[in-house]
C-alpha cells in the first residue's frame, strides 16, 4: 500500500501519524496529572474518615460512660400495647 504513495504522500502521513501520537501523549499526561491529584485526594479522604471514625468512637464511649449503667437499655422495652 505504501509502495503507492509518493515522497510527498508519505511525508504528510508521517507528520499526520507525528501529530496524533503528540497529541495521545498530551492526553495521557493529562490523565496522569489527574490521576494522581486523585490520589492524592483519596489519601486525605481516608485520613479524614479514620479520624471522624475515631472521634466517633470516643464520643460513643463519652456517652456510655455518663450514662447511669442499668440491665435494661431503653431500646429493650417492649412497648405498651403488646
Do not use: C, N
Not at 499526520?16 to 501520537?21: F, G, M, N, P
Not at 497529541?23 to 494522581?36: G, I, K, S
Not at 435494661?72 to 422495652?77: A, G, H, L, M, T
Amino acid at each position: 500500500m505504501t509502495d503507492d504513495l509518493s515522497p510527498a504522500e508519505l511525508a504528510q502521513r508521517f507528520e499526520s501519524l507525528e501529530s496524533r501520537l503528540a497529541h495521545q501523549e498530551h492526553w495521557l499526561d493529562t490523565l496522569d496529572q489527574a490521576v494522581v491529584q486523585q490520589e492524592r485526594r483519596l489519601e486525605k479522604l481516608e485520613q479524614l474518615s479514620g479520624m471522624m471514625r475515631e472521634r466517633l468512637r470516643e464520643q460513643h464511649q463519652a456517652l456510655q460512660a455518663s450514662e447511669p449503667q442499668s440491665d435494661q437499655r431503653p431500646e429493650d422495652d417492649i412497648p405498651p400495647h403488646y
